[in-house]
């Protein structure tokens, strides 16, 4: 059984910063992918910055080197750095990760979701 839990949202007046924290737990051979997508009412979930299985760096455009997403390998925890906020950054942030864990065959490869955290920018 794996785990993604987000935490570090709440509500921020624009120009402000936040940290999200994403920890993931459970039975975990390998993290081949994590990263931050994010999903405001009435649109379609995109992805905001993330690790590929490659170990590169993918970041949305709208981020605009505001925000930093980085990881502690050691604590199976990524961290979404998010300065400059502004309203339309609000949204629900999900943490996604493609976990490796064993089974008797040997190693599957899942997809994982966090259960989300809001982040509301506003004056």
């Known amino acids: 059984q794996v785990q993604l839990v987000e935490s570090g949202g709440g509500l921020v007046q624009p120009g402000g910063s936040l940290r999200l924290s994403c920890a993931a737990s459970?039975?975990?051979?390998?993290?081949?992918?994590m990263g931050w997508y994010r999903q405001a009412p009435g649109k379609q979930r995109e992805l905001v910055a993330g690790f590929t299985s490659g170990g590169r760096l993918n970041y949305a455009d709208f981020v605009k080197g505001r925000f930093t997403i980085s990881r502690d390998n050691g604590k199976n925890t990524v961290y979404l750095q998010m300065n400059s906020l502004e309203p339309e950054d609000t949204a629900v942030y999900y943490c996604?990760?493609?976990?490796?864990?064993?089974?008797?065959?040997?190693?599957?490869?899942?997809?994982?979701w966090g259960q989300g955290t809001q982040v509301t920018v506003s004056s």
């Open positions: 996604n990760a493609a976990i490796s864990t064993v089974v008797p065959v040997g190693l599957t490869e899942n997809d994982y």
């Open positions: 459970g039975s975990i051979f390998s993290i081949n992918a």
